[in-house]
């Protein structure tokens, strides 16, 4: 046999199979999808039966992982245009950002029934640029004050439908009896951009402060946060948890639902877990306020905080149809409907379309329906004229991630004790300095 | 009477030995308890200790959320692989080392060890952008060089050790009892050389199985290994300390099972007791 | 004994190896040298500048630097100190007759089996949470005040947590090496009427040094990049205490996204653990030839 027939009938054999894999390609496409591992994700990863039976020919590769190990994949794999993920799960904080890079398709195939004007407006516009969604909000959450009705009752209190701060620190005192293991005021401490400065930059707004004044000069050193911060460690020595300095929204849930704090501030998606009964030994006790505002006036109306997981499809995704369909399924009406029907109307993800609550079987299941809803309806993340970046708790621009980061360890190290506030505020300052001098931002 | 004391003795450092062997053990002993409590018990004050209702409803909600085998299949695939390209190129340098070593075997042996020592993170974007250019992102095969490339140092560190041990008195002594250099490896230097191999190979396998940069960030799906299947279940949002004490006892069980079967071999095979 | 043909057998048996680490060094060494001198950010991979030795001096300026330097050093010392010395008294508690030595030795070798991440986790959550943690409980217990770990000792904590990992492997080490000691030289000493305490001085401890020697060195090239237990537990906080070089690192490359700062920090790392093997080999290398 002659080299040449050898390589014909090779040709031809390499053709054929290139023809069939073609082919089975056309009918069946994977989709690889990246997502956190909150719960609302793991219920949708339950469902993903439902997508498969209505898409034929679409089968759904999960990646669940926690939320820094993800963060950290899908930032490097999208910046790197490594093309491993068709789906990524990603917040309010990194749409604007990458969809400046050019590195997130415009989701524009989301079909006929998708009702986009469903979408709350405040969250529609966090997740477009230029009138172009690069991301569809699977769900959202603002902050509220999540108090013990039974605590407040005894210490002979009621919660005010707009709490200020001085309310919440008489609160916290008359409600502690660390004695018994009961502490006055849980708030977030582990350091982290998202965790205990998602909470820091949000109290700080109440007295007035932001991260970056008009021309990028970082604000650490300004009365508003001296204010924020010198209150925050103070409240947390006297009336909070030991080792607060390391917990994060999971230790606060935990402690509060071992009915160990009278009050937690956070993101109101705390609410279904402290009102579900396998996971807090109070769920009958547990109202919600609005989360509350600077000492002597509103500044900033108190609604600081705004995040929604979305979903969003790389631009170096091969499969951006088959991508779509998926988001288009994960986050239509007809999701939150099967959702109900299969875990209750209480676990459906909130936050999202304006529709959930106008619908009365929601608000009748979800006690903190209203209070979420108002929070999200009021926070606004646009950029003004003394604030130049987009984001309330967070700042949209690249450098936030490090600084944040960076000076969520300064507040740490005061909680802790080991560092003044003063000190920590500084280091603060320099740390940011520092960065927004090495970004270009300023001299 | 001097049996007395050395009874008396014997009890007491069976008593010590437990006591310490006990607390070393103990936070994977809570973890396995624990895994077996509602996430609600996990965290009930004081702890409960044995007398709770033990339940597995953690162990079958991890299985309905992710395809544990397919995670271990992966584990098993990259702890093996890696292992045996390592000792193909481990054993024939380390036994060079430990036979013929010339003056500057010891610089290469410290060289070797010195290339483990730039930090996995300093280098995770150019090695991820190497791998992309070769198409090697989520590929076991990609991983299982990456693995052996890491672990080669400590493998040549462990053989040469071993080998070091062997006494060239005993291949004489074949020599002078005509033994042919094949005679004299298979049947004298193998036997002698087996459990340092076998104990190496585990200290690999186990390092290849707990490896946990590389195999989490170059990996999505298809060759994502346990340490990925971890990552899904450390702190999630709500209770999470008795799923997570199921997930770790999945994640670790197998590993356990094997190093304690193979730990008489193991420590065996570090004593070279014949020999000495 | 030593031919020229047995030297070249030797060198073909150890090629293998050496030309696969040495591709395995020179590449990311090379790559991470190339971009340590260029400013790029992950997220404007567009444009990435020459800067020549910028990076160099921004990570280097880093406020943290010389904390994270020290922590680095003490996170080192930390964890040898606590498994060599750990280490030799296991090892001498399980070289003796015990009842149930066989069940012991699994228990001790345990730890090592688990996964850095999962170790961190077991015990951030469940042994040292001061309030829920069983640690704090049976402190409470005890009448005494819970201490809260990750906030107020930091790295100490991160100490205890590595060293349980790598107790087991130095134990196991030197065990063998105990083992191999030979009865007849113990015997002999004590007929000559050596104390049990100068036993050990002259006799057991000398036998032991070559193996002591290769714990402390592999446990090192190990300790000097431990990252996923900072990560886990205390994020290299409160403030920078728990900070280490490599944990500096990691927050260029991911927090940062600085690809190049991060970069320039590999490099200042190796050579950092370079200057420390060479003060290690000073010291402790003779004992290798042994």
């Known amino acids: ?367 903190f329906a209203q209070a979420t809803i108002d929070a999200i309806n009021s926070a606004d993340p646009e950029p003004t004229d003394d604030k130049p970046y987009y984001g309330l708790q967070f700042a949209a621009i690249p450098e936030f991630q490090g600084i944040g980061t960076a000076v969520g360890q300064q507040m740490a190290s005061a909680l802790s004790g080991s560092t003044s506030v003063d000190q920590a505020l500084s280091q603060a300052q320099a740390i940011a300095t520092r960065e927004m001098t090495r970004g270009g931002y300023i001299e | 009477m001097a049996r007395q004391v050395t009874k008396q003795r014997k009890i007491g450092m069976t008593v010590l030995a437990w006591a310490v062997g006990l607390l070393i053990f103990f936070p994977i002993l809570w973890t396995f308890l624990t895994s077996f409590k509602t996430e609600l018990t996990a965290i009930s004050i004081p702890p409960q200790f044995m007398f709770f209702d033990w339940t597995t409803e953690n162990y079958s909600t991890i299985n309905s959320q992710a395809n544990y085998f397919h995670f271990m299949a992966n584990s098993i695939y990259l702890a093996l692989g890696s292992t045996l390209l390592g000792l193909l190129f481990a054993i024939p340098a380390a036994w060079a080392m430990a036979f013929s070593p010339t003056p500057r075997t010891k610089d290469i042996l410290l060289w070797m060890l010195s290339t483990k020592m730039l930090p996995a993170v300093g280098v995770y974007i150019p090695i991820y952008l190497l791998f992309i250019n070769l198409g090697l992102l989520d590929s076991r095969f990609g991983l299982i060089v990456v693995l052996f490339l890491i672990n080669l140092p400590i493998m040549v560190w462990m053989l040469y050790t071993y080998f070091k041990e062997i006494p060239v008195d005993i291949l004489e002594a074949a020599r002078m009892d005509g033994a042919s250099l094949r005679q004299e490896i298979t049947q004298v230097l193998t036997p002698m050389a087996v459990p340092g191999i076998a104990s190496t190979v585990l200290l690999n396998v186990i390092l290849a199985w707990n490896e946990a940069f590389w195999t989490l960030n170059l990996t999505t799906t298809d060759a994502a290994p346990l340490t990925a299947f971890i990552a899904s279940y450390s702190s999630p949002q709500g209770n999470f300390y008795a799923k997570l004490s199921a997930a770790s006892m999945l994640a670790i069980a197998p590993i356990l099972v094997v190093g304690w079967f193979s730990q008489k071999q193991l420590v065996r095979g570090l004593t070279f007791g014949a020999v000495k | 004994m030593a031919t020229q043909n047995t030297t070249k057998v030797a060198r073909a048996m150890m090629a293998p190896s050496v030309i696969a680490l040495l591709i395995w060094m020179i590449v990311p060494l090379a790559m991470t040298l190339y971009y340590s001198t260029l400013g790029y950010s992950l997220y404007n991979p567009i444009s990435t500048p020459f800067v020549g030795l910028d990076n160099y001096t921004y990570f280097l300026t880093d406020p943290t630097f010389i904390a994270a330097l020290t922590n680095t050093l003490v996170l080192v010392v930390g964890v040898l100190i606590i498994t060599v010395g750990g280490g030799i008294l296991i090892a001498l508690l399980l070289d003796q007759d015990v009842y149930g030595v066989n069940v012991v030795r699994l228990l001790v070798i345990a730890p090592f089996f688990v996964m850095p991440t999962v170790a961190a986790l077991v015990w951030k959550n469940m042994m040292m949470n001061p309030v829920y943690g069983v640690i704090g409980q049976a402190m409470s217990g005890l009448g005494l005040a819970p201490i809260d770990w990750m906030t107020d000792v930091p790295l100490t904590s991160i100490i205890i947590i590595v060293a349980w990992q790598w107790l087991p492997f130095a134990t196991l080490i030197l065990l063998t090496s105990l083992q191999s000691l030979s009865a007849d030289q113990k015997e002999a000493a004590e007929m000559d009427g050596a104390g049990a305490l100068s036993i050990f001085w002259y006799i057991t401890l000398p036998h032991m040094s070559r193996a002591i020697t290769v714990v402390v060195l592999i446990q090192t090239i190990f300790l000097l990049s431990i990252f996923a237990e900072i990560l886990v537990t205390t994020n290299g906080g409160p403030g920078s205490q728990s900070t280490n070089i490599t944990y500096l690192v990691y927050q260029q490359a991911i927090s940062f996204g600085d690809i190049g700062a991060a970069s320039a920090g590999g490099i200042v790392a190796v050579i950092l653990a370079n200057i420390v093997a060479i003060f290690l080999i000073k010291a402790i290398g003779k004992n290798l030839d042994a």
């Open chain 1, 1 to 367: 046999m002659s080299i040449k027939v050898c390589l014909r009938a090779g040709a031809a054999l390499g053709a054929l199979v290139a023809v069939t894999v073609s082919a089975t390609a056309q009918e069946s496409t994977t989709i690889t999808v990246g997502t956190v591992n909150n719960s609302d994700m793991v219920r949708m990863q339950g469902l993903t039966s439902d997508f498969e039976e209505k898409n034929p020919g679409i089968t759904v590769n999960w990646v669940t992982l926690e939320e820094n190990i993800l963060r950290q994949r899908v930032t490097t794999d999208i910046a790197t245009n490594g093309g491993q993920f068709d789906v990524m799960t990603i917040g309010t904080y990194e749409v604007p950002i990458w969809a400046k890079q050019d590195w997130l398709a415009p989701l524009d195939q989301l079909g006929d029934s998708y009702d986009m004007d469903d979408l709350i407006p405040s969250i529609r516009n966090a997740l477009s640029v230029e009138d172009n969604l690069y991301a569809a909000p699977f769900y959202a959450e603002s902050v509220l004050t999540l108090y013990r009705k039974d605590l407040f009752e005894e210490a002979g209190l009621e919660m005010p439908e707009q709490p200020t701060w001085d309310f919440i620190a008489e609160a916290a005192e008359k409600t502690a009896d660390k004695d018994n293991g009961v502490y006055g005021i849980c708030l977030r401490g582990k350091p982290g951009w998202g965790e205990n400065m998602g909470f820091l930059g949000n109290m700080a707004r109440e007295f007035g402060a932001n991260y970056f004044d008009a021309d990028w000069q970082p604000q650490f050193e300004s009365e508003g946060w001296k204010n924020a911060i010198t209150l925050y460690v103070d409240l947390m020595t006297k009336y909070g948890p030991p080792g607060a300095a390391s917990n994060g929204f999971n230790e606060n849930l935990s402690l509060f639902g071992q009915g160990k704090c009278a009050m937690w501030i956070d993101a109101s998606v705390a609410a279904s877990f402290v009102t579900d009964p396998e996971q807090s030994q109070v769920p009958d006790q547990v109202g919600f306020g609005a989360a509350p505002c600077g000492t002597s006036d509103c500044p900033n109306s108190g609604y600081n905080w705004l995040w929604a997981w979305s979903l969003a499809v790389p631009n170096g995704s091969q499969k951006q149809e088959a991508a779509q369909k998926f988001i288009s399924w994960a986050t239509s009406k007809e999701y939150t409907q099967l959702v109900a029907e299969q875990e209750g109307w209480a676990n459906v993800p909130p936050g999202t379309r304006q529709s959930l609550y106008e619908n009365q079987e929601y608000l009748d299941a979800a006690p």
